[in-house]
């Protein structure tokens, strides 16, 4: 029996980091899925027709027959199960370990590095804005998180581990808070964010990105 179509919720800016992880996740997948926004600008996400449906009154969510799911990471995991190896491109390591380590970065990406998440937004990311330098505290955060790269990342390794995983693009994303706004980083950190952000599924988000910003231009002028 085929699985009932999926629709992935967006933000309609495009700048969410979690909306993006859902969407590569299912364009790496390459099932065919509807995009709808949902404006947060407006707190769409909080009025009825979203809120009714939506556990965590968020986006990303996915929505696949009677199943509405939140929590970017959980949609990931759900495709990785639904859609597994070797007949879809795997999401996740193959290894245990390896599996574990995934999970364990992307979990660590959304619920610390709070100062760097502050002081570098998506917007430094994917529309260019440049901003002050780091705090004290968002310094010390940015320290951390080269420490941990360069011990999970070995010196010009395309990928976390053998081959892509959606911690990969997590990870770039991170990154490329620092690397985008001009902040030091080293070397290999730098090569690793912009490789990762060459992947066909990253490139087709970014383009998203890209549309939202004109529409919007062309709405204020
Ligand atoms: N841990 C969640 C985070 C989702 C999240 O923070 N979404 C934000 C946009 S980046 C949102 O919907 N904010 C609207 C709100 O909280 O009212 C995930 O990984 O999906």
Known sequence: M??????????????SPYA?????????????????????????NRAPEYAGQS???RIPMLVQGDLRLSESSAIAEYL???????LHAA????????????????????????PVRQERPTEVVFYAESK????????????????????????????????????DTD??????????????????LAHYAQRQWQR???QQWLQLVQQARQAAQGNNK
Request: aromatic residues 6%; glycine residues 2%.
């Open 2 to 15: 085929s699985e009932p179509q999926i629709t992935l919720y967006v933000d309609a800016q495009f700048i």
């Open 20 to 44: 993006m992880s859902a969407f590569v996740a299912l364009t790496e997948k390459k099932i065919p899925f509807t995009l709808h926004t949902v404006d947060l600008a407006t707190r769409e």
């Open 55 to 57: 556990l965590t009154q």
């Open 80 to 86: 990785e199960e639904c859609f597994p190896p070797p």
């Open 91 to 114: 999401l996740y390591p193959s290894a245990l370990r390896q599996r574990a380590r995934a999970r364990e970065i992307q979990a660590w990406l959304r619920s610390d590095l709070l």
């Open 132 to 167: 002050p330098p780091l705090s004290a505290q968002a310094q010390n955060a940015a320290e951390k998180l080269i420490q941990a790269c360069n011990s999970l990342l070995e010196e010009g390794r395309e990928h976390l581990f053998n081959t892509w995983c959606i911690a």
């Open 171 to 188: 990870l770039a994303l991170m990154l490329n808070r620092l690397l985008r706004n001009g902040d030091p980083l080293p070397a290999k």
């Open 200 to 202: 066909p599924a990253v």
